[in-house]
């Protein structure tokens, strides 16, 4: 499949771009609403036309003079997308007509010297085509009447991107569905958009002191220091009974199916406020959908004494409120700082591998048949419990485990958790849940 470039979606706010984004994408990646300023951040995604497939990227709406503390740096976000781009599409409101905010987004684009394509969104039906005609005085070319909402128009509009699109050569996409998606989670205000700014070395996405900033769930490809992943920001994941906007619960909805969509959890907990039930919740979807887990205390550099004595009690404490499960890495880091940042990727990176690695059934069987002889499950009903064999699933996402025994169902969990126990202790398991199966031989 031919892989091309890169094609940025710009405009005033409310005139479609983020249902036009997810039209192409054929997702329901950007959430959508009639607020304006909904999208903040810039939201890449892929778009597949023909045999041509090319990135796309989402941006929020350009606004001038305004009071909204947001509204500067989402035209920052604008910029880049532009600056980056190889194709824009310049989205107006056939509804509306040409404004004075359409002018000021024109004369942007002129200065970028990009091709630009208008996008006459909004023309639902035949009598409003006539319309976009009023956008010939941008002087950006022939305008393209769609309707986002149903998919018309869009054939023309994606023919007419593909003439203006640079060929790249071809690419395996096969290859990029086996990239570790990395899931950075946690409650609003943690650092978590600090911590992926950090990474990519970018303001790629926007970050303040207000609660609620990062909206959408934004996947970035990251490929630094040998380390190829899709970085996961998500938006702060708060209590049912504080949520109180539809944008906020669509934002925690993506924040969850990120998580479940994931290889890896990365959650952040802020160090000057310590575990709280909320993190617990956060920490229970991430075991309940069986993900990797790193947990990052950040804003360390805040912490006034950072002897290792403060940090093993921080560590006892967290793992202490998440047990059973505990055997996962904890890290003490600082965004701002940029403080064990690469630490990161590099269990990322590895607790991605424990998941696929696989252990010979020979193995397997030698090291835990003696251990197993030496502490057998508790006869229940005076019926003794023979456990004859193990062995390991094949094609799994998390790794399993089969024991095969003479009576399973009188097998109870805390021995499950004693096999469990005994991997790990044999095998470096670190950061990935396993699964531990009892089945009749």
Partial sequence: MIQNGLVAIVGQPNVGKSTLFNRLTKS?????????????????????????????VDTGGWVEHSEDSFEEEINKQVKVAIEQADVILFLVDVQTGLGGLDEAVAMLLRKSDK??????????????????????????????????????????????????????????????????????????????????????????????NVAGTTRDSIYTFYNKFDHQFYLVDTAGIRKKGKVRENLEYYSVIRSIRSIENSDVCVLMLDATQGIESQDMNIFSIIQKNKKGLIVCVNKWDLIEEKTTKVMKYYEEAIRSRLAPFTDFPILFISAQERQRLLKILDLAQEIYDKRKQKIPTSQLNSVLLPIIE?????????????????????KVEVPSFVFFCNLPQWVKEPYRRFLENKIRDNWDFSGTPINVFVRDK
């Fill in 28 to 56: 329901r990646t950007a959430i959508v609403s009639d607020m304006p300023g909904t999208t903040r951040d810039r939201q890449y995604g892929q778009c597949e036309w023909g045999s041509v497939t090319f990135s796309i």
């Fill in 115 to 208: 091709p630009v394509i208008v996008v006459a969104n909004k023309s639902d039906n035949f009598t409003s085509i006539p319309d976009s005609a009023e956008f010939y005085k941008l002087g950006l070319g022939d305008p393209y009447p769609i309707s986002a909402i149903n998919g018309s128009g869009t054939g023309d509009l994606l023919d007419r991107v593909l003439e203006l699109l640079p060929e790249r050569g071809r690419e395996e996409n096969d290859a990029t569905l086996q990239i570790p998606r990395i899931a950075v989670v946690g409650r609003p205000n943690v650092g978590k958009s600090s911590l992926v700014n950090a990474l990519l070395g970018e303001d790629r996405h926007i970050v303040t």
């Fill in 374 to 394: 030496k502490t057998p499950p508790p006869a229940t009903k005076g019926k003794y419990i023979k456990i004859k064999y193990v062995t390991m699933l094949p």
